[in-house]
């Protein structure tokens, strides 16, 4: 799968981390562009969406549903300099994000429930009941 992946990545030369360059007075360093690393999981019942958010609040989290198409938007804020306090050097990203997904034929777009815990968002996208897979009771005669 990791292998599929990355092929697809490069073929659509898409990844998460776009790099940028940052210029301190005694270095040059690389600092990705952030945008939150995403698990999809699916059972019978669902497809659950893990968002890795760490250090971003829950109402800086926006979850939509439009045209077939689940969105998560949000920003991560930079941490402020205080009196006594500098940074030496800073290389996690912060500002604005987003991410977006095709919903699934078999799943119910009217029917997505989001919770945010311990920095990671799930996003519980249900499946339609016809989609779902029935057990028949096989009778003997």
């Known amino acids: 799968m990791e292998e599929l992946q990355r092929r697809m990545s490069s073929l659509f030369d898409w ?16 600092v990705p562009e952030w945008a939150p690393l995403v698990d999809i999981a699916e059972d019978d ?8 958010l760490p250090e971003v609040q829950k109402d800086d989290v926006k979850v939509t ?15 402020k300099e205080e ?6 050097r ?14 699934p034929d078999d799943a119910e777009a009217d029917n997505v429930k989001a919770e945010f ?6 996003v519980h996208l249900a499946k339609s009941e016809k989609a779902r897979p029935k057990q028949i009771e096989v009778k003997v005669a």
């Open 15 to 30: 990844s998460p981390f776009r790099r940028s360059s940052l210029t301190t007075d005694e270095e040059t360093i690389s």
């Open 45 to 52: 019942k669902e497809y659950l969406l893990k968002v890795e």
């Open 65 to 79: 549903v439009e045209g077939g198409t689940l969105t998560i938007s949000g920003e991560r804020k930079a941490e």
């Open 83 to 88: 009196k006594g306090r500098k940074f030496h």
């Open 90 to 103: 800073v290389e996690r990203y912060y500002g604005r994000f987003e991410r977006s997904f095709s919903i």
């Open 117 to 122: 815990k311990d920095g990671v968002l799930r």
